[in-house]
């Protein structure tokens, strides 16, 4: 499979516990992008990465989320301490360069319950 | 705030009609605005996409106008099929951001057979 790979498709945490979302980009890519859409909602950027370094974080909230985009192995987003209002789909995207950063290819995303 | 104003919120269209989804923009440094599909439990799929040098766009079915002096963009789905059913996402990027899509809040589309 080509596309952009999420992982897990869907998770369960408890408040307090830590949610690890992964993303493998399309091959060939090395732009990722993370959104996330609460239900009923459009999607939010949260932060654009290139392999190794974070080129724009400006929509990740400022505590508990984190991400990074190794030289080897998927993209990862972390969020510690989860609350109720992490409760979301999250949705990983990819990009050829950035000149085509709006021709995103999007995974099937990560839905995140926090009970 | 919402750089990126999209309605309605939902359409209902008979099999055979016409969608139509309008979205507003303030931002003048926007200069790309694609067009997302998104079914149930899936990701959003690119549909189509403008730049603001061109007033119209047509890939099939589907059919983007921009208006540059009006700060609009619409898409009109001809022909609605059941398959079109689902949700549909304006978007627009800024020269000073690339690397982020400002998203509109969605609509969803019903064709009934």
């Known amino acids: 499979n080509a596309g952009v790979m999420q992982n897990p498709r869907h998770l369960v945490r408890r408040r307090g516990q830590e949610a690890r979302l992964r993303c493998s980009p399309m091959k060939g890519h090395s732009h990722v992008y993370w959104y996330r859409q609460l239900p009923e909602e459009g999607l939010k950027f949260m932060v654009y990465l290139q392999k190794e370094n974070i080129i724009d974080e400006s929509g990740m909230p400022k505590e508990r989320f984190s991400a990074e985009f190794p030289k080897e192995g998927p993209s990862i987003l972390r969020i510690q301490q989860v609350v109720r209002g992490d409760s979301a789909a999250y949705f990983c995207?990819?990009?050829?360069?950035?000149?085509?950063?709006?021709?995103?290819?999007f995974g099937e995303g990560s839905r995140l319950t926090v009970l | 705030q919402q750089q990126v104003k999209q309605s309605p919120q939902s359409l209902i269209v008979q099999k055979g009609g016409i969608s139509i989804i309008n979205c507003a923009y303030e931002?003048?440094?926007?200069?790309?605005f694609p067009w997302y599909q998104q079914f149930p439990g899936k990701g959003p799929a690119l549909l189509i996409a403008?730049?603001?040098?061109?007033s119209e766009k047509k890939e099939g079915r589907f059919t983007i106008s921009f208006n540059k002096s009006a700060k609009q963009f619409s898409l009109h789905i001809m022909d609605s099929q059941p398959g079109d059913s689902a949700t549909y996402f304006c978007a627009a990027r800024s020269t000073d951001s690339w690397g982020k899509l400002q998203f509109g809040a969605g609509t969803q589309v019903v064709v009934t057979p």
């Open positions: 995207a990819s990009s050829a360069d950035l000149y085509y950063a709006g021709e995103l290819f």
């Open positions: 403008i730049r603001p040098d061109v």
């Open positions: 931002n003048t440094a926007f200069d790309y």
